[in-house]
């Protein structure tokens, strides 16, 4: 997943502008996987759904699933501890 990457859902043609685009992506250590962040149009932005990020300068495509904004913590609990 890189930052820049064009969105688009799994049956849509991987041309063009795309659904969204992701703006930034890091490692997060608490997940132990990469988290990104991302625009994408609000009829495709359903949590739990996957998506695929195209990354047209590498040729590189790769599916990632919608989370939840509040992934860590959702239930307060170590900010209330």
């Known amino acids: 997943l890189r930052g820049g990457a064009i969105l688009f859902l799994p ?3 991987v041309a063009g502008h795309g ?8 490692f997060s250590p608490e997940l132990g996987r990469y988290v990104g962040l991302a625009l994408l149009a609000g009829d495709a932005a359903t949590e739990g759904s996957e998506i695929v990020a195209a990354y047209p300068m590498r ?3 790769v599916r990632a ?10 239930k307060g609990e170590r900010l209330h501890g």
């Open 11 to 13: 049956g849509d043609a």
């Open 59 to 61: 040729a590189e495509t």
């Open 19 to 26: 659904r969204g685009r992701v703006t930034s992506v890091t």
């Open 65 to 74: 699933r919608i989370g939840s904004p509040v992934f860590l913590d959702p």
